[in-house]
């Protein structure tokens, strides 16, 4: 039936890539199984997305196990029209579709899978429920397995390894030999069956990896071993084959276990240091995501983040879902429609019920999304590796041949030895290893300290950086005091209160220090706040009960008043229908030990300011950073991006410290988009790291950490290279039996994420000092 169906959609080439890919079907007709996802509560549950044409929606499919699966769950759309885009995380077996509802339903979807072979698995009880870890049972029967013949193929081969070949008697010697044989061939067949189907895809696809040396090294010692014993010239190598098949699986075992326990997908709780507002007895407190719960009311503001599924409460919804689609058109939504998380507000500010908890997964797939993605340098450890272990192999077989053709001139009987413990003793696996350990393991101590990354190339990114770009308000600044001046009267408590909802539309660090001023003000109707606006770096304006509202800079307002009039260029100012009624200014006070921190960065490091702010603070500025450092204030979000995108033209490698929302652009062109985060909700997708404001200090620490992890990956390169250098002229010179060299091999994999491990814990301990 499959066959059918790629057949009729030509996606034939399935078979090509593996000669047994399928899973037979059991039964062909679905029935009613499927019947339950027709129910529209269910599919809510079940969509990470969906919007007036697409849905989009993770599988968990098990049967995932070889590269036609991912070809063809890649190639789902020609076998179904509505079907948009899918991709496959081979890891993790999820399958992410995309598909248009109007044309293929849910259940439809399903039931494709399952038809072809790939059922999901569907948990209903709890779709949070994170997936427990399953044991690879397959690994323990292999293991087992090529343990008890190991075992018995060496108490079989007692008498030739005490040369009691002649005190046993010549028919005892052929018999065992014969059994040894067949205690081997399930060790062949089944045990070691994961590296011959590794190596023959990899030749099949015109590649050569690590497997392809071990399996010539298995097939040759069976060969010869099945050729001495059949021809009774000899009692084999079974003992070694055997040995060297258990002990891979033992090292195979023990990376995937360490993997498990040293697994970098982080907890939520500690990966996004973010705030939303939440209605608490009436008021709204700033409050963790981790803290939400289904049912909480939360107030999302101009720009900001919808942390998870929800409903719409009050206000206008205006969602730009560019984070999920990849569109940036708005998306207009009424009161009780369903909003789902990832999309941004656009405009005044929203009242939403949560309907889902946070999701960390979802959200950290979306921050790591193709968008949003630095292009790493071409001399990126990561890459480096990967270049390496191209030619690895070639190297590997190159010497292997050279070694035993040698041997068989001096002394043939070695020749097969040496020529096999070549081939197993040589491993790029520790190579490979060295830079997502490392990385991996210092972004963990990072995230500890309060400074989270979306993934551990940032690492090695901060390691280059020489020069490094600050905002000033809320990111040099913190804490400020409000010092509030009334103009032309004392406001009415119906000014105030307009105010008051007016500041509540922004998360800029002014309109949260009124809206703070102004607590407990009357609240007023969600639907009497209209044609809100927010201009970046200038100001606020909208519409209540018919009256025009101002809030901004002297530049925002001065073109609104009804007479001109002379206005500082400090602070911002408060206008309703023309008319100045208020003037607000704060007193920036900067983080404590800046200047302490500025001295250990400068160091290493230069830098520039660029501020959305009047020049009234630079003489203060100065005092903090070095006399050559360029200041640059009313800049707005396009200069920021200008700026940075010249430095980098000149040579510099850039770092951007501001402001998640507003600095978006500069964030995401710099070579380190850094946001700071202190109780609100600034994240913004185009940041590769968020750094807690109460870690600021520890800003010389991070960038010490960082050019250290790197120092370290390349000391694990060092010493991947000696041991494979070492190891090479032991096996070369005929030292190492193949037995040892598989004890060898995997040994250099663990003590390789030992050291990465060990050494970047022990580094972050000495440089924190916690």
Partial sequence: MVFQILSENDLCNYYDLEAHPGISLKSKNQGDRFE???????????????????????FYLPQIHCSSCI????????????????????????????????????????????????????????????????????????????????GNIMLLSFPEYFSLQIELGEEFAIFFGYLNLVLSLPVLLYSAQDYLRSAWYSIRQKGLNIDVPISIGILTLFGRSGYEILSQTGPGYLDAMVGLVFF?????????????????????????????????????????????????????RNQELIPADCLLINGQANVDYSFVTGESEPVRRKLGEHIYAGGRQIGASVELELTKAVDQSYLTKLWNAEAFEQSQEKHSLFHLADKIGKYFTLAILAIAFGSGIAWLVIEPGM????????????????????????????????????????????????????????DKTGTLTHGQKLEWEEIGGALSEREKSMLYNLSLQSTHPLSRAISAFLEGSPKIAWADIEAVEEIAGKGLQARIDGQQLHLGSADFVGSVLAAPQNLAPKGSYFVINGQLRAHCLMQSSYRPQLREIIDRLKKALSFSLLSGDHPGEQARLQAFFPPETPMRFLQSPFDKLAYIRQAQQNGAQIMMIGDGLNDAGALKQSDVGIAISEDINNFSPACDAILDAKSFELLPGIFRFSQKSYQLVKIGFIFSLVYNVVGLGFAVQGLLSPVVAAILMPLSSISIIVFAVGATYWMGRRIFKK
């Fill in 248 to 300: 891979l699986l033992i090292g195979k075992w023990f990376q995937q276990k360490t993997y498990d326990t040293l697994s970098f997908e982080r907890q939520y709780e500690s990966y996004f240091p973010v705030a939303v507002m939440r209605k608490e007895a009436g008021e709204w407190k700033s409050t963790a995501l981790p803290e939400l719960e289904v049912g909480d009311h939360v107030l999302i």
């Fill in 415 to 470: 020749a097969i030895h040496v020529f096999t413990s070549v081939l197993i003793i040589a491993c790029p696996c520790a190579l490979a290893l060295t830079s997502p350990f490392t990385f991996g393991n210092a972004l963990r101590i990072l995230g500890k300290k309060g400074f989270y990354l979306k993934n551990p190339q940032v690492v090695e990114r901060m390691a280059h950086i020489s020069h490094v770009v600050f």
């Fill in 36 to 58: 339950y996802l027709n129910s529209p509560p269910i599919i809510q549950r079940l969509l990470d997305f969906q919007d007036e044409t697409q849905s989009h929606i993770s």
């Fill in 71 to 150: 070809w063809l769950l890649e190639k789902l759309y020609k076998l179904r029209e509505g079907v948009v885009r899918t991709q496959v995380n081979f890891l993790k077996k999820e399958l992410t579709v995309v598909f248009e509802h109007e044309k293929l339903s849910l259940r439809e979807l399903v039931e494709l899978l399952a038809s072809i072979g790939y059922e999901p698995e569907i948990n209903l009880q709890d779709l949070k429920q994170k997936k427990s870890s399953r044991y690879n049972r397959r690994l323990f029967y292999q293991l087992g397995i090529a343990g008890f013949a190991f």
